[in-house]
């Protein structure tokens, strides 16, 4: 499976290691924290450049600070973009991005299934805006083509998908956008730059919540936007106006996280695997997604897009609602927090979480079963996560 990652020639334990070390200062191993809101003019010169220069790092802190552009420097290098930018979180690493590239009268095609604050976003935040919308069944490459309209400017993507773990064909869709000269957009979270990386096939920008497998220890809030020069400092002018920039603390903790991201993933991946094959055949499951098996109806799709197939899985209880309740108080390490990607395992029931702010019938659009569980690995030994979820199961 290690074909999807053919085109660079620099390994990715290096761009984690090295990448960065040119930007070291020389007193010490570990990168500094540029803890501060603002930096120093020597003349006035130099503060007509600082104010002046797109992407500064140097000037002010809402315009960026030197520990987030070392983070951001290192995904860019692991997508293969040519420029980064960190935020205060995903969320406010789309919306910007959204802000930035789209205006009234556009259009945008999403996938009927997206992280629950992006189709927010785009269906309640962008549409008050004037900015119209398709969704479309995203294991479809022709309902994106046969969506895009004269005024299309976007298309989201994210792939694997929660609940159902759905693939989008990446090289498909994006042959399609470029054709009409239209942005794809691609939520890459779940899968991490380790497993898949969409810009091989053709993806323009590629976010990422680092609250998740970047910054990988469930202690920071941090999102990323990775693509050309050009389009990174278009969003970045949006964002002097909105302000969702990454602290330095948040983003000097995702780039210690970072560094161990390679190692973190593959356990999780094998884990992930090993808790799907086991429930696959368990009689309490009615129905195991993750695409690394192949039983998933995109697995090959999958095999040929990822070169590994991620930490996350979800899986359908057929005793239902209580089922799920019962089986999440009966774990004893797995936690339950909505959160993943961390080195620890943790769960949630869809319909519990999104239970407040949904209807039943909107969960049902969302394939929500009543009895879904979400799980994430963590980087336990695989045989004690699966002695925990059985236990809990019994
Ligand atoms: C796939 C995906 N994208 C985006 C986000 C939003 O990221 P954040 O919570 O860092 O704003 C999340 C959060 O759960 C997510 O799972």
């Known amino acids: 499976m290690s074909e999807p990652h053919a085109k660079r020639n ?15 200062d020389e007193f010490s191993a570990s990168p500094p924290l540029h803890q501060s809101s603002a930096g120093i003019a020597q003349d006035a010169d130099d503060f007509y450049d600082l104010a002046a220069t797109p992407m500064n790092d140097r000037f002010y802190a809402r315009y960026g600070n030197e520990t987030s552009s070392r983070l951001a420097k290192i995904i860019a290098e692991l997508e293969g973009g040519e420029a980064g930018m960190m935020f205060s979180s995903g969320v406010g690493a789309i919306s910007t ?9 556009d259009h945008i095609v999403a996938q009927n299934s997206h992280y629950m604050g992006t189709t927010e976003l785009v269906t ?40 159902t773990m759905h693939i989008t064909d990446l090289a498909a869709v994006c042959d399609i956008a470029k054709t009409h000269g239209i942005i794809t957009f691609c939520d890459n979270t779940f899968a991490t730059p380790i497993n898949q990386r969409p810009m091989e096939f053709g993806v323009d920008i590629v976010m990422h919540s680092a609250t998740k497998y970047i910054g990988g220890h469930h202690d920071l809030l941090a999102g990323n936007l990775t693509s050309s020069k050009a389009l990174i400092e278009k969003i970045w ?54 695409p690394g098996l192949k039983s998933h109806p995109q697995h090959e799709l999958a095999t040929r897009q990822m070169s590994g ?16 309740t ?12 909505g959160s993943l990607g961390g080195v620890f395992s943790v769960v949630i029931q869809p319909a519990v979480m999104f239970g407040g702010r949904l ?28 002695a925990d ?3 809990a199961l019994g």
């Open 359 to 386: 209807s039943p019938e909107q969960l049902k659009e969302q394939g929500i079963a009543p009895g879904l569980i979400r799980l994430a690995c963590g980087i336990e030994n695989t045989a004690d996560l699966i």
């Open 10 to 24: 620099i390994s990715t334990t290096s761009i984690l290691l090295n990448a960065d070390r040119g930007m070291s």
């Open 237 to 290: 002018d949006m964002s002097l106006n909105t302000g969702p920039i990454c602290a330095p603390f948040n983003a000097w903790l995702a780039l210690r996280g970072i560094r161990t991201m390679e190692l973190r993933v593959a356990r999780q991946n094998a884990n992930a695997m090993g808790v799907a094959e086991f429930l696959e055949d368990h009689p309490a499951i009615a129905q195991v997604y993750f």
């Open 309 to 324: 197939f991620g930490g996350l899985l979800t899986f359908d209880l057929k005793g239902g609602y209580d089922a799920g």
């Open 124 to 163: 309640n935040v962008l549409a008050k805006f004037g900015v119209e919308f398709t969704t479309v069944d995203q294991t479809s490459v022709a309902a994106f083509e046969a969506a895009i309209r004269p005024n299309t400017v976007m298309i989201l993507l994210e792939t694997p998908v929660n609940p």
């Open 326 to 337: 019962a089986f999440i108080e009966n774990l004893e390490t797995v936690q339950n927090a």
């Open 389 to 391: 979820i059985d236990q």
């Open 97 to 105: 991005a959204l802000m930035a590239l789209t205006r009234s009268g």
